[in-house]
């Protein structure tokens, strides 16, 4: 599942929109990283985004 565990981003859907401006359905993935991190002293591996891991909303382990 495309979904960050912390801030809840997931897949956004809108249009390829070609020249002639024939428009066909396409979607938009967070960049999603499956990574060990602290969670109340113990450790979990949980989905992150990789905006998040930049940030320092989550600690590693």
């Known amino acids: 599942m495309a ?3 912390v801030c809840g981003k997931g ?3 809108g249009h390829n929109d070609s020249h002639s401006h024939r428009k066909t359905n ?5 960049n999603i990283r499956r990574v060990r991190v602290v ?12 905006r998040c ?8 382990a």
């Open 3 to 5: 979904k960050c565990s």
């Open 11 to 13: 897949v956004s859907f």
């Open 26 to 30: 396409r979607m938009w993935k967070p």
């Open 39 to 50: 969670v109340d002293g113990t450790h979990k591996t949980v989905n992150v985004c990789s």
């Open 53 to 60: 891991l930049r940030s320092g909303k989550v600690s590693r």
